[in-house]
């Protein structure tokens, strides 16, 4: 019994030498009361950056995020990385030690300062004016695929809704311009979901409704997209009523009825002329006569259509001797 207290023993004592030995990083969120070393490479590099030694001051920086990322100082040091980057013309890591502000300093003042310099890039960017490099020598555009990747990680970490918005209102505008119609009208409509009371907000659910109209032109859907614009145009009116737009709004839904119209006399055409289906003629011409209040001319037309479709039917069942 002897020999077995003395074995449990001499265990404990190994396994708490293996914890105090393999002590590990303290939970996330927790920072170092103080960190005498980490303050005083911050002023090392704040005086190489005072003096224009930027990437002296980029070295000295590297090492206190690396070996001293929970000093009270760290938050401070990744954002100068950061401003430090952008000066030397790298948008990407400058955009990455941002967002190591962002992912991990949440509770640090610096947290929407990192946010605003992501979003400022990003809409630089979106905007032709940022450029990359290709082999080091010549000025590109910056890819799509890179540019979208910051928007929408502004939009997802930012605080205020008015950041958010603002990155998404820059998302939306990048994709339209670059010929992305559905991506674009979707990102406006989350714009208008999740910050109705942006100002961005009524130029989106506008933009949105356009966009779907004009897809009727590029043969995408036609009657979904078009019935799709006409709540969009409804929406506005119902959630702006005293927008400047609102009359633009109006007269859009009604168009977007109009043209809806227009796309059921062609379908009931098509089964006259073409399918000699003249049940379901008959059936799309009579919906559009209902609807002759947002189109009497189509309706007129399908008055005439009509009484072709009912004869056709007509002779086609009728017994033959």
Known sequence: MRKIKMLMALLGAAVLAMCSQNEGPLPAGRVQATDTKADALLAQAQRLEASGKHSAARSVLTQIVTDHDLAPCAPQARMMLGEIEEKLGDPREAFRQYGKVVEGYQSSELYAK?????????????????????LWLWDVPMEEGKVVEWLQSVIKNAPYADMSATAASVLGNYLLKRGKYDEAAAVYK???EDYPDSPYAPGAQLMMAKLWASSHTRGDNNLVNLDRAREAYEEFTLLYPNHKDVGTARSGAK?????????ELEV??????RAREYG???????SVIRQADANPEAAQKAKQLLARAQAALQSSTAPKS
């Open 268 to 273: 009931g055409r098509y089964y006259l002329e």
């Open 114 to 134: 990192a946010l605003n310099r992501q979003l400022a890039i990003g809409t630089a960017a979106a905007s032709g004016k940022l450029k990359g490099r290709v």
């Open 190 to 192: 989350k714009l208008v």
């Open 255 to 263: 168009e977007m009825q109009k043209l809806m119209v227009d796309q």
């Open 280 to 286: 379901p003629a008959a059936f799309c011409f009579e």
